[in-house]
């Protein structure tokens, strides 16, 4: 099982950036690996997912053009530059994982990943 540890949360104004890092401690190949964000009273959602057997990217349609994932393969390590922050962006985001190459689930839903780091709070003022 992978181990996944999230850091660079943080308080924004809005239209500003931040940039989140996942160091991942196992094996990490044929994996989805990417981030989540849960906000108060709301379901946890997929923000970007990566395989890493692929170079493939996917994003959330609420992220598109300003969120990029990328990961150092020297360190293994996820990350999620955040650009164009709004309100709306404010969250608890998290850094998830799984084997399961099926995702019969969809790889934005939490269901479909059974490791996940501690959370970092990202907070967007208007």
């Known amino acids: 099982q992978v181990q996944l540890v999230e850091s660079g949360g943080g308080s924004v104004q809005a239209g500003g950036s931040l940039r989140l890092s996942c160091a991942a401690f196992g094996y990490i190949e044929n994996m989805y690996w990417g981030w989540f964000r849960q906000a108060p009273g709301k379901e946890r959602e997929g923000v970007a997912v990566?395989?890493?057997?692929?170079?493939?990217?996917n994003y959330a349609d609420s992220v598109k053009g300003r969120f990029t994932v990328s990961r150092d393969n020297t360190k293994n390590t996820l990350f999620l530059q955040m650009n164009s922050l709004k309100p709306e962006d404010t969250a608890m985001y998290y850094c998830?994982?799984?084997?399961?190459?099926?995702?019969?689930?969809?790889?934005?839903?939490?269901?479909?990943?059974?490791?996940w780091g501690q959370g970092t709070q990202v907070t967007v003022s208007s």
């Open positions: 998830a994982a799984t084997y399961d190459s099926t995702m019969s689930a969809g790889i934005f839903s939490a269901l479909a990943y059974n490791a």
């Open positions: 990566i395989y890493t057997g692929s170079i493939v990217k």
